[in-house]
């Protein structure tokens, strides 16, 4: 027992101390909480991986179901893995749900890379060069950018939202590829049946700040990937955790099982079979699968790094 206690101790010295040390190893950013919309969450970090010439720029989103989260949940070793590489990185913050209705957080994502955009030559970011990428609800949006059609606006008095928001390329950690019912319901009656009926709840309507589903609909679909892609739209590296056909986690775990049905690898070969299709460049990475990024970083590299 005395054994076990003190090997016990030492795991737990172990972790710490490793924990410690990922925290302290993340570099804090040249400019921090930078202000680009008018709410308090409308806040941006900003790295220069070479502030003597211009570099390309990734942009993190952050994840948490539109409900919680923040730009200092931007991976470590990521971060410090694309400065090496001579890519300057950025992270923000977009409002939550509960402050303002979906897309009001896509909005925010679209004014802050306009925002960065506008900000290139004094920032040293090449605007040719913009990758961006986000884990869960960020991978959502992050996709959301990626496909819509450019929505700069040349009739703007704002010089801002003259900005192009068309982007180099992008990836998506576990993200959600539809926002779309009809998937959502289909796909809840194969992995968690008797849930189902929770997608057509007034909980849906909230979310989306309307009165009826065909409203919720209608504004699912236009921040959706499988609805927006087209021939002209940019590459992405997609990973998720689980092989096709891995056997689902006990229900014992809610939270456990909840996170591996929403982060399911089924949302990335939906994109990927369409963007196959319109012969639009996609890499999916699960466990078992050949492609030929191993990680967003290195996707991201090749991408933005070429002359």
Not at 141 to 161: G, K, V
Not at 224 to 246: C, E, G, K, R, V
Request: aromatic fraction near 10%; include cysteine.
């Amino acid at each position: 027992m005395k054994s076990l206690k003190t090997i016990t101790i030492i795991v737990l010295v172990f972790f710490t101390s490793h924990l410690s040390f990922a925290q302290e190893s993340k570099p804090l950013p040249d400019l921090a909480n930078v202000k680009y919309g008018a709410h308090e969450r409308n806040v941006l970090d900003i790295w220069f991986a070479d502030k003597s010439k211009i570099t390309p720029l990734a942009i993190y989103i952050h994840g948490g179901g539109f409900d919680y989260g923040s730009k200092e949940k931007i991976n470590a070793r990521a971060l410090s893995q694309l400065l090496k590489a001579g890519i300057s990185v950025a992270s923000i913050n977009y409002r939550y749900k509960k402050i303002a209705p979906l897309p009001a957080a896509h909005h925010d994502a679209k004014k802050a890379l306009q925002f960065i955009r506008s900000k290139a030559d004094s920032w040293g970011i090449d605007k040719d060069k913009i990758g961006v990428w986000g884990s869960s609800a960020g991978a959502q949006i992050s996709m959301w950018l990626a496909f819509s059609d450019d929505m700069a606006d040349a009739e703007s008095a704002n010089p801002i939202e003259k900005e192009s928001t068309r982007i180099t390329c992008v990836a998506s950690n576990i993200g959600q590829t539809t926002m779309e019912s009809d998937f959502w319901i289909k796909h809840l009656a194969k992995y968690a049946p008797g849930t189902e009926a929770e997608f057509k709840s007034k909980t849906r309507l909230q979310i989306y700040g309307v009165e009826n589903m065909e409203e919720a609909d209608e504004i699912a679909k236009s921040i959706s990937a499988l609805a927006l892609i087209s021939t002209d739209d940019p590459p992405i590296f997609m990973q998720y955790f689980m092989n096709p056909n891995a056997i689902a986690p006990s229900k014992d775990n809610p939270k456990k099982f909840k996170g591996w049905v929403i982060h399911h690898v089924d949302f990335g070969i939906a994109l990927k079979e369409k963007m196959d299709e319109l012969n639009v460049e996609a890499h999916l990475k699960y466990p078992s699968s050949k492609t030929k990024y191993n990680s967003l970083v290195e996707f991201f590299i090749d991408k933005l790094n070429k002359q």
